[in-house]
């Protein structure tokens, strides 16, 4: 299979704080996608994005496909930013089979 | 447009016993992905069936099995329920050119 790697695992900010998540995937993609899973458990799509720049509104992503890495900014952060961030791949030609990381988990504070 | 659903959201079962898990994926998607999510493991593939038939298999042992319907709704099934199988289910639903992946909210099995 593919390794995906997510970094930090754990992340704690001040409301407001800045931040950047990093995805590193050890083969060639044709879909990665970033995802936030709430507190039950369901994972809210946040970004499609194989390659290139997407932005919506205080979120960011940007996926380098021929360096293997992702990066997810989040701008001032909220307390319902709080939650585990997770980037998923799909190996080009291995169908809709993802491969997720192990994560960030991400505590944003009053 | 509706998402992605699952029955039930919440099962308790015991140990060898077996249970269905059922997936309804958005209207339109013939794409449906299962996966398992442990604190140990994280998130592993289980499955995918496409116009119902299983298109990619995950490495699970053969009591994890599943099907498709004609109207693209799946089904997953456990049999002989293991201590490990306690996990939160997902399923997942893809349109046929098979670009973003849009996740049910799960159905947490217990096994006792």
């Known amino acids: 299979g593919i390794q995906v790697e997510q970094s930090p695992p754990d992340l704690i900010l001040q409301e407001g704080a800045n931040s950047t998540l990093r995805c590193n995937f050890s083969?060639?993609?044709?879909?990665l996608q970033w995802f936030h899973q709430n507190p039950w458990g369901q994972l809210i799509n946040l970004f499609y994005?194989?390659?290139g720049t997407k932005q919506n509104g205080r979120l960011s992503a940007t996926t380098v496909a021929t360096e293997r890495y992702s990066l997810l900014y989040i701008s001032s952060s909220q307390t319902t930013d709080s939650g585990v961030y997770f980037c998923?791949?799909?190996?080009?030609?291995?169908?809709?089979?993802?491969?997720f990381g192990t994560g960030t988990s991400l505590t944003v504070i009053p | 447009k509706a998402g992605v659903t699952q029955t039930p959201r919440y099962l308790i079962k015991t140990r060898g016993q077996q249970v269905t898990l059922s997936c309804s994926p958005i209207s339109g998607h013939r794409s449906v992905s299962w996966y398992q999510q442990t604190p140990g493991q994280g998130l592993q593939f289980l499955f995918e069936?496409?116009?119902?038939?299983?298109?990619n298999k995950g490495n699970f042992p053969g009591r994890f099995s599943g099907r498709q319907f004609s109207n693209s709704r799946s089904e997953m099934n456990v049999s002989t329920l293991e201590l490990g199988d306690s996990a939160l289910y997902l399923c997942?639903?893809?349109?046929?050119?098979?670009?973003?992946?849009?996740f049910g909210p799960g159905t947490r099995l217990t096994v006792t």
């Open positions: 998923a791949v799909e190996r080009t030609g291995a169908g809709n089979q993802f491969y």
């Open positions: 994005i194989p390659s």
């Open positions: 083969d060639s993609v044709n879909n």
């Open positions: 069936y496409f116009s119902e038939t299983q298109r």
């Open positions: 997942a639903s893809s349109s046929d050119e098979g670009y973003e992946q849009y």
